[in-house]
């Protein structure tokens, strides 16, 4: 197998806000200009210190679902030793913790492996930057 490696870098405006954006059909536009219908691996990475990805249905309530448990988890209010920006942002620096800034997934013949309902999305809690970016790569 010859290996390969490639990147693109996305930017996502999530604006102010919290947000969970699915970013499926971007990876997908990204995989058929890149992959050519062979196996290997996409890793997906956030490089920001307040921003996660997660793989989840969307559009029947999971992705609003995760933002009400992280509310829970993770409060906005003044318990935070980080204190700059909006009141509560600390907990957006810990949110990394729960909802990693990576995820690898499988490719074959070109396509995500992902499940029926499953997509790749950048979880975002911190209304301050509302401009992200996210690098794909692909190893194949």
């Known amino acids: 197998m010859s290996e ?3 990147t693109r870098v996305l930017d996502i405006t999530t604006g102010s806000a919290e947000t969970v954006t699915d970013l499926t059909r971007e990876c997908e536009r990204y995989l058929a200009d890149v992959a050519a ?3 290997g691996l996409l890793n997906v990475f956030t490089p920001h210190a307040t921003a996660g990805l997660a793989i989840l249905e969307t559009d029947a309530g999971s992705d609003d679902d995760l933002l009400a448990a992280l509310r829970d988890l993770l409060p906005a209010d003044d318990r935070w030793r980080h204190r700059h920006g909006s009141p509560g942002h600390g907990r957006d620096h810990v949110l990394p913790a729960l ?3 990576h995820a690898t997934l499988p490719v074959v013949a ?14 975002d809690t ?5 401009r992200r970016q996210v690098r794909l790569s692909f190893l194949g």
Do not use: E, I, K, Y
Request: glycine share 10%; aromatic share 8%; hydrophobic share 30%.
């Open 37 to 39: 219908g062979s196996d």
């Open 99 to 101: 909802v990693p800034p």
């Open 126 to 130: 911190n209304r301050d930057n509302p």
């Open 4 to 6: 390969r490696f490639t």
């Open 110 to 123: 070109g396509r995500l492996a992902l499940g029926t309902w499953q997509s790749v999305c950048l979880v």
